[in-house]
């Protein structure tokens, strides 16, 4: 149990266009998401924490505009980069948090790496 | 504020050896403690977590960890290593009443045959 699925797995695109990230828990409803970023050899960075049905919480310093972060379900969040630029290229992870059984721990989707050209 | 050290940024085994990756933490408060592994190009996989009770923890694939509060540490350990073993390792704190995970910097575990 506790799975958490990403899609896409893998993503390029245009700069200026914009990437919609897909996370689910796909055996227990998540109260809280959340979404990272991760550079190569580094840790996880947190860029948001978003509650079924209102607005995210963002970290200082992640552009609220540029990362819009919706969680409209339960078991659905979304992360779309609009206007991606090279920049943002990189792996971004969700994270899921569970009502009830698997509380106190996050579980984490595959990751999905995406590359801007 | 909380806070994780991994003080190892690479960590080489023999297969076979025991194995040790240290981890201390800072918290104000009682502690919720994790380690995940990351293989090359995944996402972070669980391994076990310290709630309350016991101070060891015994989780996935054969590792376990102990909680040792006068020290602030939960080091991850396991037996005989395996060359499988071998990835990067996150130790990560949550403070009760804080809602978010705050990771170390990683330790790559790679385990020689």
């Known amino acids: 149990g506790a799975v958490v699925s990403q899609h896409p797995s893998w993503v390029i695109c245009k700069s200026g266009t914009s990437v919609k990230i897909e996370c689910r828990s796909l055996d227990f409803q998540a109260t809280t998401m959340f979404w990272y970023r991760q550079f190569p050899k580094q840790s996880l960075m947190l860029m948001a924490t978003?509650?079924?049905?209102?607005?995210?919480?963002?970290e200082q310093g992640v552009e609220k505009d540029k990362f819009l972060i919706n969680h409209a379900s339960l078991t659905l969040s979304t992360l779309t980069v609009t206007s991606a630029h090279p920049e943002d290229s990189s792996f971004y992870i969700c994270?899921?948090?569970?009502?009830?059984?698997?509380?106190?721990?996050?579980?984490f989707g595959p990751g999905t790496r995406l590359l801007v050209l | 504020a909380q806070s994780v050290a991994q003080p190892e940024d690479q960590v080489n085994v023999a297969e076979g050896n025991p194995l040790t990756v240290k981890c201390t933490y800072s918290?104000?408060?009682?502690?919720?403690l994790f380690w995940y592994v990351q293989y090359p190009n995944r996402g972070l996989q669980f391994l076990l977590k310290?709630?309350?009770?016991?101070?060891l923890v015994k989780g996935s694939y054969g590792f376990e960890a102990e909680f040792n509060k006068s020290q602030t540490s939960f080091h991850l350990k396991k037996p005989s290593a395996l060359v499988s073993d071998s990835a990067l390792y996150f130790c990560a704190v949550r403070e009760r009443g804080n809602e978010k995970l705050t990771f170390g910097t990683g330790t790559r575990l790679t385990i020689i045959p």
């Open positions: 310290y709630i309350t009770g016991d101070n």
């Open positions: 918290v104000s408060g009682n502690p919720y």
């Open positions: 978003s509650n079924e049905g209102s607005k995210a919480t963002y």
């Open positions: 994270s899921a948090r569970s009502l009830a059984g698997y509380q106190e721990t996050q579980y």
